[in-house]
Antibody, heavy 118, light 110 residues
Framework: QVQLVQSGAEVKKPGASVKVSCKASGYTFSIYFMHWVRQAPGERLEWMGWLNPGNGNTKFSQNFQGRVTLTRDTSATTAYMELTSLTSEDTAVYYC???????????WGQGTLVSVSS | QSALTQPASVSGSPGQSITISCTGTSSDVGAYNYVSWYQQNPGKAPKLLIYEVSNRPSGVPDRFSGSKSGNTASLTISGLQAEDEADYYCTSRTTIVTYVFGTGTKVTVL
């Protein structure tokens, strides 16, 4: 069935990096943008960036510019989000979301909790 | 990019109608009809309710409707039901092809 399945929870130390995966199935991976959205505990959703799986092009929120990398493995139909120089403020649930049409997110992963603590 | 502004909370009794506003700028909400709305229940991923201002995906009840005027979009829930108690977020694509979410609104059914 059509779904996005993300990797499991991570615990990291400040200054470390984390890489979260998002496995797509049930649709043509390369023709839908993949977005990444995060939500700190009790806070709002925050858009991080998008990846065009067809050509690897990316675009980021200026809040994450220089700290986030979005990549994909088209043969594995999997997208990846890597965030570096982690601080406690990066503790959040990270979601991948399929971009559809002009501007909406119609399919979401289950979320991956990343906890940053010394 | 600043978050779109939503009221922190809105409440209503079962059967009533409520409206959630989402105010941005001419660089996001006001630029195109690229506003969408999401419902999020505790501990769950968001669910798409409305896309391109006023379109409902299949499976979303018609008591959910959307509109826009200028830099402000709105989500109306008519005939409020207990199951509508959740957090609601708007989002808009911007003129530089980034996205911005709203501050979020907690809907309480009295």
């Amino acid at each position: 069935q059509v779904q996005l399945v993300q990797s499991g929870a991570e615990v990291k130390k400040p200054g470390a990096s984390v890489k979260v995966s998002c496995k797509a199935s049930g649709y043509t991976f390369s023709i839908y943008f993949m977005h990444w959205v995060r939500q700190a505990p009790g806070e709002r959703l925050e858009w991080m960036g998008w990846l065009n799986p067809g050509n690897g092009n990316t675009k980021f929120s200026q809040n994450f510019q220089g700290r986030v990398t979005l990549t994909r493995d088209t043969s594995a139909t999997t997208a990846y989000m890597e965030l570096t120089s982690l601080t406690s403020e990066d503790t959040a649930v990270y979601y991948c979301a399929r971009g559809s049409g002009t501007s909406w997110f119609d399919l979401w992963g289950q979320g991956t909790l990343v906890s940053v603590s010394s | 990019q600043s978050a779109l502004t939503q009221p922190a909370s809105v409440s209503g009794s079962p059967g009533q109608s409520i409206t959630i506003s989402c105010t941005g700028t001419s660089s996001d909400v006001g630029a195109y009809n690229y506003v969408s709305w999401y419902q999020q229940n505790p501990g769950k991923a968001p669910k798409l309710l409305i896309y391109e201002v006023s379109n409902r995906p299949s499976g979303v009840p018609d008591r959910f409707s959307g509109s826009k005027s200028g830099n402000t979009a709105s989500l109306t829930i008519s005939g409020l039901q207990a199951e509508d108690e959740a957090d609601y977020y708007c989002t808009s694509r911007t003129t530089i092809v980034t996205y911005v979410f709203g501050t979020g609104t907690k809907v309480t059914v009295l």
